[in-house]
């Protein structure tokens, strides 16, 4: 599997940045390997929905892990999974779980019930998931400053950013980091900087043009297609 990881990992440093659409099941994953895509992120809000449970580390783990091996096996690319916070288990626990499921990164949030973080523990956390993965796991550290009240949420994010590079995560994630700021967050930051995409919002060359290395879709392909089905329904009677 390090192999794997390795493999994904290189991605993050290409000439071009990785795309990633955002699958909530093993037929969204394969469509998106299908179609050319180098790895497949997963979207914990569109699975967690899929499941019948709503976003916000309410899904029971046990079953947000079994989703993640099955489209793992679904696949023949490498998969990273949107893991929320944690689901509150030690940090040694989530990764062995994870690393079980055959999955070879993750997306780790730093913000539970609706209040960030303190981003020492948050450091703490990351790093001890790096230390218990190894090099197995790609790490993306998602910096949620700009979805809660932050008085600077750039500076919040660059600070936030820096600590969790330091505790040895791959790449930071500052979610919904608006164009005219994100920027700013990349040259702070440095390394690697996931940025946001969305149907009808920036395009992934827009937000290469600032500094992105990785761009993924979140939950906002699952909830396009979502609403495509309700508009449709109603001309099906």
């Known amino acids: 599997m390090t192999q794997t990881a390795e493999l994904f990992r290189a991605l993050h440093h290409g000439g071009t940045p990785l795309i990633l659409p955002n699958a909530w099941d093993p037929v969204s994953a394969r469509l998106i390997a299908e179609a050319g895509f180098p790895a497949v992120a997963t979207s914990s809000g569109a699975v967690a929905r899929v499941l019948g449970y709503d976003d916000g580390q309410l899904t029971p783990p046990a079953t947000m892990f079994d989703a993640v091996a099955k489209i793992v096996r679904a696949v023949d690319v490498p998969v990273t999974a949107d893991m929320e916070a944690g689901y509150g288990l030690p940090a040694k626990e989530f990764a062995e779980r994870l690393l079980e499921t055959g999955a070879v990164g993750c997306n780790l949030e730093d913000s539970l019930d609706g209040e960030l973080v303190e981003v020492a523990k948050q450091a703490d956390y990351l790093a001890e998931v790096r230390a218990a993965a190894g090099a197995e796991l790609v790490i993306n550290a998602r910096v949620d400053t700009f979805v809660r009240r932050v008085d600077d949420p750039v500076a919040e994010a660059v600070r936030r950013g820096r600590e969790y590079r330091r505790a040895g995560v791959d790449c930071v994630?500052?979610?919904?980091?608006?164009?005219?700021?994100?920027?700013?967050?990349?040259?702070?930051?440095?390394?690697?900087?996931?940025?946001?995409?969305?149907?009808?919002?920036?395009?992934?060359?827009?937000?290469?043009?600032?500094?992105?290395t990785r761009i993924s879709y979140g939950t906002s392909l699952h909830a396009y297609l979502m609403t495509k089905l309700q508009e449709l329904l109603p001309t099906l009677g």
């Open 173 to 212: 994630y500052p979610i919904l980091a608006p164009v005219d700021q994100l920027a700013e967050v990349v040259e702070g930051v440095g390394g690697p900087i996931n940025a946001h995409a969305s149907p009808g919002g920036p395009t992934p060359s827009e937000l290469a043009a600032l500094g992105a």
